[in-house]
Nanobody
Framework: QVQLVESGGGLVQPGGSLRLSCAASGSFYRIYTMGWYRQAPGKQRELVATITRGGDEYYADSVKGRFIISRDNAKGTVYLQMNSVKPEDTAVFYC???????????????WGQGTQVTVSS
């Protein structure tokens, strides 16, 4: 059993920065695409950014130019550098990954438990 665990959330002022981390724990063979999603109260979960194993990045228009996604394959970790944050960024941020447990298996999709990001003065 493999888990994704987020960290780095908290309270930050508008215009400030936060760096989120998501680390895979347990046994696995390989992690393919990983991503960050967020969900504000009363709203649907939305895609923030994704990154392939090879490092190709995709960003939602709302965060483009402000957030940077990156990963360390050796550590099984994905990061989200959040710059110039806005109050509308306030949400629970979730990590997601497509994980191959063993060679020959199908990959499985896993979610982290989430980390709260609050942007407020």
């Amino acid at each position: 059993q493999v888990q994704l665990v987020e960290s780095g959330g908290g309270l930050v002022q508008p215009g400030g920065s936060l760096r989120l981390s998501c680390a895979a724990s347990g046994s696995f063979y390989r992690i393919y695409t990983m991503g960050w999603y967020r969900q504000a109260p009363g709203k649907q979960r939305e895609l923030v950014a994704t990154i392939t194993r090879g490092g190709d990045e995709y960003y939602a228009d709302s965060v483009k130019g402000r957030f940077i996604i990156s990963r360390d394959n050796a550590k099984g970790t994905v990061y989200l550098q959040m710059n110039s944050v806005k109050p509308e960024d306030t949400a629970v941020f979730y990590c997601n990954g497509d994980i191959l447990m063993k060679l020959g298996d199908r990959s499985v999709n896993r979610w982290g438990q989430g980390t709260q990001v609050t942007v407020s003065s």
